[in-house]
């Protein structure tokens, strides 16, 4: 089993500038949730994917969007890139099945993102 | 809403010294609550949750944690420290509804382990 995984590792990007990111689930995951952890910084929810539809967001701007595929697998874009932006992205996964269940989030090992 | 409040940002112990790592929490609903490690370069790995049950939950390495809804706290704690718990400690709390499933951090606590 290949758990979370993330791509690319690191990233970086110029302000103004677009960024797609990607997470692949853990194997019978069907839930997709994505954390922004700025340096020296707690994870921040930013939203969660399930059956290809966005069910729960954070505070975050609308430039911050995403995308989960029938597969399970998911993207974040965010558009417009700040220097604020610079962080580690987590992605994290779980068995929600639709009956709010509380399932432990397995995380990926995050993609570093510099906004110059 | 949600929150966590973890205090101290870094916390330096000795080896064979006791952990104890402080979480407090503020939620409107009953809480589910975890602890996560990471290290550097890497995600983030469950220590131990609480859902309902048992107070005391004992996660691995030897860290266990109890729950105290008196006092909103979920410390973590473990008896002897070990070169190999230095790392990043968070805390966080979320509630299971139809709404979704969002884990809320706090801050995160760094723990150095000296020889």
């Known amino acids: 089993d290949a758990g979370v995984t993330q791509s690319p590792t690191h990233l970086i990007k110029t302000r103004g500038q677009q960024v797609t990111l990607r997470c692949s689930p853990k194997?019978?995951?069907?839930?997709v949730s994505w954390y922004q952890q700025a340096l020296g910084q707690g994870p921040q929810f930013i939203f969660q994917?399930?059956?290809?539809?966005?069910?729960q967001r954070g505070n975050f701007p609308d430039r911050f969007s995403g995308h989960q595929f029938p597969n399970y697998s998911s993207e974040l874009n965010v558009n417009a890139l700040l220097l604020g932006d610079s962080a580690l992205y987590l992605c994290?996964?779980?068995?929600?099945?639709?009956?709010?269940?509380?399932?432990?989030?397995?995380f990926g090992p995050g993609t570093r993102l510099t906004v110059t | 809403a949600q929150s966590v409040t973890q205090l101290g940002s870094h916390v330096s112990v000795s080896e064979g010294a006791l952990v104890l790592l402080r979480c407090n929490y503020s939620s409107s609903v009953p809480p589910y609550l975890f602890w996560y490690v990471q290290y550097p370069n890497q995600g983030l790995q469950l220590l131990l949750k609480?859902?309902?049950?048992?107070?005391l939950v004992k996660g691995i390495n030897g860290f266990e944690a109890e729950f105290k809804k008196s006092e909103t706290s979920f410390h973590l704690t473990k008896p002897s420290a070990h070169m190999s718990d230095a790392a990043e400690y968070c805390c966080a709390v979320s509630t299971a509804n139809q709404a979704g499933t969002a884990l809320i951090f706090g801050k995160g606590t760094t723990l150095s382990v000296s020889s």
């Open positions: 994917y399930y059956e290809e539809e966005e069910r």
């Open positions: 194997s019978g995951h069907d839930t």
């Open positions: 609480y859902t309902t049950g048992a107070t």
């Open positions: 994290a996964s779980s068995s929600l099945g639709g009956q709010g269940a509380v399932d432990e989030q397995y």
